[in-house]
Structure formats: C-alpha cells, structure tokens
C-alpha cells in the first residue's frame, strides 16, 4: 500500500510516517513523488478542506499511489463564535503571518475575561483511497488563549495557546512534548485505529 501526503510540510510528514509507518509500504510527499498539485482549500469546514484535498489529489495522482492523506487545522476560539478556524492561515488577510495573525487574535480578545477564553487546536485528517470509502477523522485539543506571547518554539498560534495539563503554552513544549497531545496526534491516532479495525 503506497500513500501520498498531500503535503510538503516536513515537520508533519515526518510525525506522519511515525504513527502510519505500520500501516503502509511507502509514504511519500508531493515533493518526493515529483507530483506539483495545489486544491483550492474553500471548504467552510475542516472536514470540507481536508476531503477534498485528499480526494482530488488521488484523482490528479493516478493509479502511482493507494491513498491519499490530507488535513486540514486551525485555532478555534470559543468567545469568537470558532473563528478563526479554517481561516486560521489567513485570519489577519495574509496568508501565513503568524505575528499579524496573533496580534489579531490578541486585540478581539483584549475585553473577554480569562474564564471566558478558551479554545481548542482542532485537526481533521481526511484519507481517500481507491475503490474503498474515504476515512475521516478529527482530533482536538482543548486550552485557553494568554494575553501575552510566551515561549518560542512551535509555530502559528502556539506561543498564546495555554495547555493547562502542562501549566505552559504550546510554544512552550519541546517538539516531543507537544507531539504527544496534540490534535495532530489525536487525529493520526484514531486514523490509526480506523485502519486496523
Ligand atoms: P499546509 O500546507 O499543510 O496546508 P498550513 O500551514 O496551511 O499547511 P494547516 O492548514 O494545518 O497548515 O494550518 C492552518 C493554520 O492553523 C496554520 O497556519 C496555523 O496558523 C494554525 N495552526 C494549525 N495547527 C497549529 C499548531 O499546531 N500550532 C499553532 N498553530 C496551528
């Protein structure tokens, strides 16, 4: 069984084929296969973004590969009504402005009480596959947003989401640490379980 990432992101290929190395032959990405393919990612949700990039990537790939993964994540913040979600790239108008998009997030939140702000990394990982149904599978984890940046690992919204288990923010945690509980690992998890049902 050969899949296709439908990614480029290294740090996630590689927390990928740590939880599905069992499950599959081959596991390569875009790049490794030489496949350049973009999907527009216009779903209103995470599950919407993640099935069809899994499934038009199969499509565009051929009969090279079994499956194809893909997700799709975001920050989630309840007083925000969910916002950003799957616009949590572009909260801010630039796509994958991290400062932009936590100052953003920072000033809406500047009124909201502590123990009205939390919220949750959530992550959806969908796998087409050929002639079988698709899987699709979300994993979450829940925390508070800080008022002020702390730590300096990670990326996007790390350093202002507080994990309470660990008493630090995601930007905190080491990349082992965060590994452990995030929502991608939760969502490869259970992905991993479909597949051995
Ligand atoms: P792809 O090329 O794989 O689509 P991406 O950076 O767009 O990479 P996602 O769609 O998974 O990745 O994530 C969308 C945004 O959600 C991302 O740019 C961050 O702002 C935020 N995000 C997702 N997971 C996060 C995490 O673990 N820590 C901090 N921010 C995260």
Redesign the pocket.
Known sequence: MKLLL????AH?AQEIRAILKDSFTEIVTMRDAGIEFEVE?DGLT?RE?ALK?AVETLAFAGDRFDAVL??????CVDALDGA?G?Y????SGE??N?AA?NAKLTKLLENVPDEQRTAR???CIALARRRLDPIVVQGEVEGTILREARGEN?????PY?YYAPFQKS??ELSAEE?NAV???KRALMLLSEALHV
Do not use: I, M, Q, W
């Not at 439908?6 to 992101?9: D, I, K, L, V």
């Open positions: 439908a990614t480029n992101n996630k990612e995470f973004n990039k893909a997700d799709d994540s975001g920050l950003p799957v949590s790239a572009r909260f796509a994958h991290d998009n990394f959530c992550c990670g990326f996007g919204y790390d989401f995601f930007a965060k995030s929502h991608r």
